[in-house]
């Protein structure tokens, strides 16, 4: 019997570095399995130019999984490459895919500076040149010398770079484009061409490149026997590279590999122009329905809830739609903040776990807390929420989004998952209740709220409808009493 499929994002951006990632997974994996959990995204697990204390993102070398002494360290933030690997397979022996983080836009801390004919650029628009063409000093050189060539004996040289944020020679920020180069084509428009993010920014018109890294995708591909891939900084790189790049792995694995990228942006018609252009190789987060769960959770109840799904992944493509609540980057403190107020978090989890569109992820920083922050864990709502999701949330599904403060649906429920089926009311402001059918299979049973916000229980009536209340600001799941 299949069970609905969840993701987790098993990490958050405020982790203490103190290299205990891996083997608290590794413990991790029996609850997570017990939980509902189905997959993993793991945070990047190669060195990153802050050596022990990078988060990741900063990429320095892609081969060392911590195992080579590079940046002042041989463990990343996370642990070694031993203790990441046997967090891989104890997950797998919990049947959990895991997807790995992929951060091929950029790499940082080169190991030597190079000489370079360059154009400084204008931040904010990314076509205008200003001053003259001046040779700099720039960090491009990476010969990873920790590694001696082990896995590969490919380094980097300006030649495969575009421009870098930084010019050694005058200690000068800036964005300079090596001349000769051309900012990337088919990217996302902001800033004119939003090619350049950081570091230096890498070429993805190079065939060398385009081959190193197809190369590299393959051996970490089967080096931690990945199911899938989380694809950082989508926008800023070439939208047709990852169908490729997806397609040459999963040649070269014979596996489905799964793919979802971080297309950070509100408009819905920018994010189905990225899939089509891939041809629906990437799946994509959900980041209109965040900023709704967002928006929503600012507004003091003066949030139409009927348009909650209005401008949505998961609403205008739901195959290819991975929804989410917040995540490393939204979190507070992070350049993009944007985080969901605690108050809408269960609401917020019950309409990405509790509904038959889209692929769900859950965040560890409300799972587990973000201490940094002072944001406390959400695990007793989650897990509720998770094993609705387990074992409820399966069958026909019926929408009443007909009130601007009280929402709800129902699922009847499916043969191959006996028991299942439920009815979900969520309000923003004063509560209510609302007469919603779940089915006549139903009818004369009696169902109770299993969130505790409904302290009574409700009767189905001959036609399959009950009348399912739920109180202010709060979410109510009503399951069949006798098999809660």
């Not at 017990?34 to 130019?49: C, M, S």
């Not at 990945?226 to 990852?242: E, M, P, Q, S």
């Not at 014979?254 to 899939?275: C, R, S």
């Not at 998770?386 to 601007?404: I, M, N, S, T």
Request: proline share 3%; charged share 25%; with cysteine.
């Amino acid at each position: 019997m299949g069970i609905n499929g969840t993701m987790m994002q098993y990490f958050e951006w405020d982790l203490p570095a103190d290299q205990s990632l891996w083997k608290s997974l590794k413990e991790d994996a029996a609850k997570l399995k017990t939980a509902g959990i189905t997959a993993v995204w793991l945070p990047p697990a190669y060195k990153g130019a802050g050596g022990a204390n990078d988060v990741g993102y900063a990429v320095y070398d892609l081969y060392d999984l911590g195992e080579f002494k590079q940046k002042g360290s041989i463990p990343t933030k996370y642990g070694t490459k031993a203790e990441y690997l046997a967090a891989i397979k104890a997950l797998h022996a919990k049947e959990i895919q895991v997807y790995a983080d992929i951060v091929l836009n950029h790499k940082l801390g080169a190991d030597e500076v190079e000489q370079v004919s360059a154009e400084e650029f204008n931040e904010n628009s990314r076509g205008q040149m200003i001053g003259e063409k001046k040779t700099i000093g720039a960090w491009t050189k990476f010969t990873f010398p920790g590694r001696k060539g082990k896995y590969s004996d490919f380094t980097w040289n300006w030649n495969h770079f575009d421009g870098i944020d930084w010019d050694q020679d005058r200690a000068k920020n800036s964005i300079f484009r090596f001349q000769g180069k051309d900012w990337d084509n088919d990217v996302d428009t902001e800033k004119g061409n939003y090619d350049y993010l950081m570091g230096a920014d890498i070429d993805f018109q190079n065939e060398e490149v385009r081959q190193e890294l197809i190369s590299w995708g393959k051996w970490y591909t089967e080096t931690a026997a990945l199911d899938g891939y989380r694809l950082d900084a989508v926008k800023h790189i070439n939208k047709y590279f990852y169908k490729d790049w997806i397609r040459a792995m999963q040649a070269a694995t014979e596996k489905d590999l799964f793919a979802v990228g971080e297309y950070w942006h509100w408009d819905v018609n920018v994010l189905m122009d990225y899939i089509n252009a891939n041809e629906g190789e990437v799946n994509l987060f959900d980041v209109p329905l965040h900023f709704n769960f967002h928006n929503c959770s600012k507004a003091n109840g003066n949030y139409d809830l009927r348009k909650i799904l209005d401008g949505t992944l998961v609403k205008t493509n739901p195959m290819k739609a991975v929804t989410f609540v917040d995540n490393h980057d939204s979190q507070p403190g992070q350049s993009l903040e944007s985080w969901v107020d605690d108050w809408f978090k269960p609401m917020a989890y019950a309409i990405i776990l509790l509904r038959q569109d889209g692929y769900p992820c859950v965040f560890y920083g409300d799972y587990k807390g973000i201490p940094s922050a002072k944001v406390k864990s959400k695990k007793k709502e989650i897990d509720k929420l998770l094993k609705l999701r387990k074992q409820k949330a399966y069958g026909v599904q019926h929408d009443y989004f007909d009130d601007p403060n009280c929402i709800g649906w129902t699922r009847e429920g499916d043969a191959e998952h006996p028991d299942s089926g439920l009815a979900v009311v969520i309000s923003d402001g004063t509560g209510g209740t609302k007469r919603m059918y779940i089915g006549k299979q139903f009818a004369g049973t009696h169902f109770s709220d299993v969130m505790g916000n409904a302290k009574y229980n409700i009767k189905i009536d001959d036609e399959g409808c009950g009348e399912f209340y739920v109180n202010r600001g709060a979410v109510a799941v009503w399951v069949q009493k006798e098999n809660k």
